[in-house]
């Protein structure tokens, strides 16, 4: 499968490399959003190319595991996997590039990562390059930190999101600004990873979006991935920028299959997704709920609608290119996340939104976030707590009238 | 009833009693202190049967006795070792009482903590240490700063925020960073610098072990109050640095208060020194107001770390002559504590130790002295004269790869946007 940049036509140079320098493919994508203005390429994540200016009736994704790619005849073949291998194919990969990379966490050496991320790496890099740390969060966090600062590149891993709120402290303190406060002389290039998010039944505690919580810290990125493919890729873009990167995975989208390119590649932390060109409403998501959109969707497109699908995958901060020329090509926007109603991802979206492209817009901003409530138990009080596909259907009809 | 230096003669016992006044009691406030059995003696049997002994002062200092012949050696410092601890406490204590100068004529603000009191912990322990070792400290931390060798120029500058300040005066009083000289901070709150060493002395060892740096040997010391050994985060570290034997040594610096909050009132056991054998560790308990026993127990405890043999928690018993900071106004403390603290000012103790064992005379220490007082004049000078950060500074060290401000809503990053460099840009 010919390695593209995702939402920019690639060049040939590009395919011949064996790695991406960011850098060059940042330039080159900047050249040619200027030059092509509708056209480009998109790779969805069941793998198939698209040209984005003429499709409409689209074949959508009907369940949140992707079906295998057909092969198409001038691609190379690519491998399968879910989207934890993914995770830790550019783990491993980035650990065996520089020497200096190491993961601290609880259960991430022996066990194998409750979420299997880590799966095997402490037999091939030690136990000390994969470090099994007690249950202390902030400590190990901060000690993360400390180490970053006198030259490794530490991965941390909180076995759920939620527990980081214990590493609160640290990661603000110290992880967003001590290179701010030191006047530019230490670097803190960690990367902090875990899985978050409403999964099934598991509870209040479990069930933590901390994108809203963190996103105000200065200093610090936020991507979140969605497909095995982005996962891998902004997995090694984390591990390799300087700055400190909060990766934003998902407990329920463990086990989403994709087919992945052979060769090494690199996703540009800042930069948006385009999942599905369309014309009549600009939808924003990120994380699960891009599948919820692309259900809802399905039936939209039935419907007679054309959405536009954008994963801002970057939470902090925001691609507002990607997302500027979406809204003035559409003059609507939906935004739909799993993050709470108040001081969410969406609300900063939403301002961000208002402020930068308020002439382009036809209608207000609307934002379907999950309830204000700490998560149910039960299954069906779950199931309400978050945006269903039903609820994205009824919001498209009414912005578009 | 001062602690004069005694080392050749009489030796503190490590252990301070209550029962035996002729030795200066474990001081706290008003309140009596309640009696602990076990510190009543000597090191007992029921101490040897753990796996760590405490290291008694005694013991280091009879080693160093023994190993020596003649009288002069008998002394725990050459002449050239004495004057270069005399010149760091001297440093310490000008810096300091220059600094409440500056914060009372208007050029430096917000919150400042001085050392005064304290300049045998951070003089004993990091004249020990190489430029490659790490220190890293608390919002007290001008003092550690100067004795790792951060110019004083440096750490003036950047109490009076100006651009040529070590950190580049984004930092202030209370976040002092020097890349060069190895010191890591410099933390507002407590206990938050305990993480971040257990951290450096992570790298040493995976630099050894992982890395097969041979000579990765780098020691790293944390600096903390009495009241961050009630926090979550000291027992957290006390109990990883332990577990993978990392090259750290936890110091104490126990001056009895927390602001206004009395040690004996915020902890239920005071002794602090004993919490180091529950994780694993030795801990020792020594006068902090005597630099010659700090040096001597931070040389055991160094080495031990740099032969990878693992932590060591040292209490240091200091006391702090100033207020909290300098917006404290320091009503609580008793009167008759501060008079007793002041009898065993560290630096009039060891002026007194070197003259008389015959090591300096007092013209020799009055030029120290002296040249003091110009560095510290120069640095004030110094800071004066540099400029105040442009609007430019702003933006620039948010992000080490300034990509993560973003890609604006014209395709370009924003890092790109000449207001960007100006300090103007909306970000």
Not at chain 1, 314 to 323: C, E, G, Q, R, V
Request: charge should be negative; aromatic fraction near 8%.
């Amino acid at each position: 499968m010919t390695v593209v940049f995702l939402g920019i036509g690639a060049t040939a140079a590009l395919t011949s490399a064996n790695s991406f320098d960011s850098k060059k493919l940042h330039i080159s994508s900047r050249r040619l959003v200027s030059e092509t203005k509708s056209t480009f390429f998109v790779v969805r994540s069941d793998g198939r190319l698209n040209s984005g200016s003429n499709r409409r009736a689209q074949i959508l994704i009907t369940n949140a595991v992707a079906t295998k790619a057909d092969s198409s005849p001038a691609t190379k073949p690519g491998h399968e996997l879910l989207l934890f291998e993914a995770l830790r194919e550019g783990l491993e990969e980035e650990m065996e590039r520089d020497a200096r990379v190491c993961v601290m966490g609880e259960d991430v050496g022996h066990y194998g990562g409750s979420y299997k991320v880590t799966k095997d790496l402490a037999n091939k890099y030690g136990d000390l390059r994969v470090l099994d740390t007690p249950i202390a969060e902030n400590s190990f966090t901060g000690m993360a930190i400390g180490a970053a600062m006198t030259g490794l590149r530490p991965i941390i891993e909180g076995m759920n999101m939620g527990f980081l709120l214990l590493a609160f402290n640290q990661i603000s303190n110290n992880c967003g600004m001590l290179h701010y406060t030191s006047g530019g002389q230490f670097t803190i290039p960690v990367v902090i990873r875990g899985p978050g998010g409403v999964g099934r039944q598991l509870g209040a505690e479990h069930s933590q979006r901390l994108e809203s919580y963190f996103q105000s810290i200065p200093g610090i990125q936020m991507v979140a991935c969605s497909t095995p493919y982005n996962a891998k890729g902004l997995m090694k873009a984390a591990i390799r920028s300087e700055n400190p990167v909060i990766l934003f995975e998902h407990v329920l989208l463990y086990n989403l299959k994709e087919r992945i390119p052979d060769e090494e590649y690199v996703l540009n932390l800042e930069e948006a997704e385009m999942v599905r060109p369309g014309e009549h409403i600009t939808i924003l998501t990120y994380s699960r709920m891009r599948y919820h959109v692309m259900q809802a969707a399905k039936t939209l497109v039935n419907k007679g609608y054309d959405p536009e699908v954008i994963d801002i995958r970057s939470l902090k901060p925001f691609d507002l290119h990607t997302i500027g020329n979406s809204v003035k090509k559409t003059h609507r926007v939906l935004i739909v996340e799993e993050c709470m109603r108040t001081g969410g991802i969406g609300a900063s979206l939403t301002a961000a939104i208002n402020e930068n492209f308020h002439d382009y817009l036809d209608a207000p901003v609307v934002c379907l976030s999950s309830q204000d409530v700490p998560t149910p138990y039960a299954g069906t009080l779950e199931e309400w707590t978050v945006v269903q596909p039903a609820q994205i259907v009824t919001a498209v009809e009414q912005l578009c009238h | 009833m001062s602690s004069a230096f005694s080392a050749i003669n009489t030796i503190q016992p490590l252990h301070r009693t209550i029962d035996n006044p002729s030795v200066s009691p474990f001081l706290g406030s008003t309140h009596k202190l309640r009696s602990f059995p076990a510190c009543n003696r000597a090191p007992s049997a029921s101490w040897i049967r753990r796996r760590f002994s405490i290291v008694a002062v005694s013991d280091v200092v009879k080693q160093q006795k023994t190993k020596s012949g003649s009288s002069l050696s008998n002394l725990l410092i050459t002449k050239e070792e004495g004057l270069e601890l005399y010149e760091d406490m001297v440093l310490g204590r000008s810096f300091e009482d220059m600094c409440a100068q500056m914060y009372y004529r208007g050029k430096m603000f917000g919150f400042v903590h001085l050392y005064n009191g304290q300049e045998a912990v951070s003089t004993g322990f990091i004249k020990l240490l190489t430029k490659e070792d790490c220190i890293v400290s608390t919002y007290r931390d001008h003092v550690h700063a100067l004795s790792k060798g951060v110019p004083a120029r440096q750490v003036m500058s950047e109490l009076f925020g100006k651009t040529t300040g070590c950190c580049r005066g984004q930092g202030g009083s209370m976040h002092m960073f020097s890349e060069e000289y190895n010191v890591l901070g410099g933390f507002a709150f407590i206990g938050e610098g305990i993480p971040v060493s257990t951290g450096a002395a992570f790298t040493s060892k995976y630099r050894r072990e992982v890395l097969k740096e041979a000579n990765s040997d780098q020691v790293t010391l944390a600096f903390f109050g009495d009241g961050t050994c009630n926090n979550g985060q000291f027992f957290e570290c006390l109990n990883m640095a332990a577990l993978w034997k990392l090259p750290i040594v936890f110091v104490v610096e126990n001056n009895l208060w927390a602001i206004g909050m009395s040690h004996l009132r915020a902890t239920s056991d005071p002794e602090i020194w004993k919490k180091g054998p529950a994780f694993g560790m030795p801990g020792v308990h020594i006068d902090g107001m005597d630099v010659l026993k700090v040096r001597e127990v931070a040389k055991e405890a160094v080495e031990r770390a740099r032969r990878g043999e693992g932590p060591t928690l040292i209490e240091c018993e200091t006391y702090r002559f100033r207020g909290h900071s300098l917006a404290d106004p320091d009503e609580l403390r008793d009167p008759a504590e501060k008079a007793h603290y002041a009898t065993r000012d560290p630096i009039a103790a060891l002026k007194k130790y070197m003259i008389e064992n015959k090591l300096v005379n007092e013209a020799e220490l009055k030029a120290i002295d002296k040249k003091i007082d110009e560095v510290v004049e120069d640095a004030v000078e110094f800071a004066d004269a540099s400029p105040h950060p442009v609007r430019s500074q702003l933006l620039e060290n948010v992000f080490a790869d300034p990509k993560g401000f973003g890609i604006g809503p014209d395709g370009r990053y924003r890092c790109e946007d000449p207001k960007f460099t100006e300090g103007t840009a909306h970000v």
